[in-house]
């Protein structure tokens, strides 16, 4: 069982750059969690997703910012001309069925980092 | 506004001391408040408490919920130096939202 894998772990982008960040849920796993964490901050709900369908994309940024997670491949969240604001540990999470905390696996996160 | 806060922010104690993690929260439609432990980024899950005065355990670790009063202690006796990590409370309503608090850091020393 190779749990919830996030590439990569450190991203490191100049301001104007698009960041994409990979998440391959665990095996079985059919729903995606996208978080945010910024420095001294909690995780923050970003988007939620299923295969080829976006659920919920209430917590993510209207611009720059998109997510999928396409019927083969893993999930990628899309940051374009990236801002130093934007610089956050970006965590993944994938669960077998829909809105079970309980059954939320966590991928190590990626760290961007913006200069 | 929804919001999850943990105390203290940070704790350093001597292994073979108890802790005590505090957890309050003003979430709308509580549904269940959950407990991770956080070392080398990857969040794992610790214990879902969704009734109050319950007492959750796992071997050294145990928590309780009080819905009442609004808060959730996590509770580590006899701690050991692999109990070193980031503790994160987080609530999840009915509406399928999830707030996580900041967490609070445990280191333990020898």
């Known amino acids: 069982n190779a749990g919830v894998m996030q590439n990569p772990r450190h991203l490191v982008r100049r301001r104007g750059q698009e960041a994409r960040l990979r998440c391959s849920p665990m095996?079985?796993?059919?729903?995606v969690y996208w978080y945010r964490q910024l420095p001294e901050e909690g995780l923050k709900f970003m988007v939620y997703?299923?295969?080829?369908?976006?659920?919920?994309e209430s917590g993510m940024p209207k611009e720059r910012f998109s997510a999928e997670f396409p019927k083969e491949g893993p999930s990628i969240l899309r940051i374009q001309q990236v801002v130093r604001g934007d610089s956050a540990a970006y965590f993944c999470?994938?669960?077998?069925?829909?809105?079970?905390?309980?059954?939320?696996?966590f991928g190590s996160g990626t760290q961007l980092s913006v200069l | 506004e929804d919001k999850v806060v943990q105390s203290p922010l940070s704790l350093v104690v001597h292994e073979g001391d108890t802790v005590t993690l505090n957890c309050s929260y003003e979430?709308?439609?509580?549904?269940?408040l959950l407990w991770y432990k956080q070392e080398k980024k990857a969040p794992t899950f610790l214990f879902m408490l969704?009734?109050?005065?319950i007492e959750k355990k796992s071997g050294r670790l145990s928590s309780i919920l009080d819905k009442k009063e609004l808060f959730s202690i996590l509770n580590i006796t006899a701690t050991q130096t692999g109990d070193s990590a980031i503790y994160l409370c987080?609530?999840?309503?009915?509406?399928?939202?999830?707030?996580f608090g900041t967490g609070t850091s445990l280191t333990v020393i020898p």
């Open positions: 095996k079985g796993h059919s729903h």
């Open positions: 979430v709308t439609n509580f549904r269940s």
């Open positions: 999470a994938s669960s077998p069925l829909p809105h079970t905390p309980e059954k939320l696996f």
């Open positions: 997703l299923q295969k080829e369908n976006i659920i919920d």
């Open positions: 969704t009734s109050s005065g």
């Open positions: 987080a609530v999840f309503n009915t509406g399928n939202q999830f707030y």
